[in-house]
């Protein structure tokens, strides 16, 4: 499939996929027999209009890798009420008819008359199914822009919200956004750490494995090498030596670790570090002893007063700013639209239980 193709089929392609995820749908006969009542080829309405199964199914399938149907049924009514919304604007029809006419026109000219049929066969979409949802897409972009303030009220385009970050703002925003920042036009530092971890099993209990990893922290410090206590003593990676790849202090899960990382130097050997169980209970399964293994020096953002560090600033302030906005109107459109889900898409009810009421 050529790169248009795959564009216009995802494009044109608001999608799901069967009830649940690696699950044909629920027969009739089986929705029937739970107390449910369903409508054939529709899994939801969404203000005026119907998603369809096929909807469904092709905007599953549209992604790569495919997502997941709740995903994939919450894109389809966010577009759907964009586009509900901007048909309600009441842009000129003329003017949408102008602006399709000219994308089709420009699209035959790329691909050719044949090759642009061709790829309206391939895409599975009839040419008036095609214009139709450029249509609605075109709808979907007036309401968006109007509310981003970047056309007016008419669709007409002129900036009516200011979304500009002057100087105070942006040195505020500054100090809140640094750690991106410093991803962004910086390299932080990164340390290669060597593990080596004693299980509470494997030692015979919480406080034998306390007093094993003191130990071997003390007789690390002291000179003995680290990497012959790994393979001796470690529960962790013995044939690695215990060692990890190149990471950045600030990311690491375990805080300790990361501040240990953050302020040693190569050599450093830490404190036995208690190891807790996964499942949240608190409860310490082994001791931890990190030696920093090697060290990179990484290299601060240019300080604020720099263009090129603003410039970031501004791009970043202007997309938080207009993704705040897009979720508070989005929000206004949800809370006042109807919705309803046929229940195939949830779990049916299990033995005994009623039927769940229709949403």
């Not at 995802?10 to 649940?20: D, E, N, T, W």
């Not at 263009?307 to 501004?314: D, K, P, S, V």
Request: proline residues 8%; charged residues 25%.
């Amino acid at each position: 499939m050529t790169p248009l193709a795959s564009l216009l089929l995802a494009a044109l392609s608001p999608a799901v996929a069967g009830p649940r995820e690696g699950e044909a749908a629920p027969s009739p006969a089986e929705l029937a027999s739970a107390g449910w009542v369903t409508v054939d080829g529709v899994c939801a309405q969404v203000g005026s209009e119907v998603i369809t199964w096929r909807d469904l199914e092709r905007r599953v399938q549209s992604s790569t890798p495919p997502s997941p149907q709740a995903k994939a049924l919450e894109d389809l009514r966010v577009l759907s009420l964009m586009a509900q919304a901007g048909a309600d604007l009441g842009f000129p029809p003329e003017r949408l008819e102008e602006i399709v006419s000219h994308n089709q026109e420009a699209q035959r000219r790329k691909q050719g008359a044949r090759g642009f049929a061709d790829l309206l066969a391939e895409s599975g979409i009839d040419p008036q199914a095609a214009r139709s949802e450029q249509v609605r897409q075109l709808h979907q972009d007036v309401w968006r822009g109007i509310q981003l303030g970047q056309l007016g009220p008419g669709g007409e385009q002129r900036v009516i919200r200011d979304s500009y970050a002057r100087p105070g703002i942006l040195r505020s925003y500054s100090r809140v956004r640094n750690r991106a920042l410093q991803s962004a036009l910086g390299e932080p530092d990164r340390v290669r750490l060597q593990d080596l971890l004693v299980a509470a099993e494997q030692a015979g209990g919480r406080e034998a494995a306390a007093a094993l990893a003191a130990e071997l922290a003390d007789r690390a410090r002291e000179g003995e090498d680290f990497s012959l206590l790994v393979e001796e003593f470690s529960a962790g990676d013995r044939a690695g030596q215990g060692l990890s790849d190149w990471l950045e202090p600030d990311r690491l899960a375990d805080r300790a670790v990361g501040g240990f990382a953050a302020a040693a130097a190569p050599g450093d050997v830490s404190d036995p570090l208690p190891l807790r169980h996964r499942d949240g209970s608190g409860e310490v399964v082994g001791y931890r002893i990190v030696r920093l293994h090697e060290r990179q020096e990484g290299r601060p953002a240019p300080p604020f007063a720099n263009r090129e560090t603003q410039a970031w600033l501004r791009r970043d302030y202007e997309g938080a700013w207009r993704n705040a906005v897009f979720e508070r109107e989005m929000g206004a459109l949800f809370a006042g639209s109807h919705f309803w889900v046929d229940p195939a898409l949830e779990a049916p009810p299990a033995a005994g239980e009623a039927p769940r009421p229709r949403p």
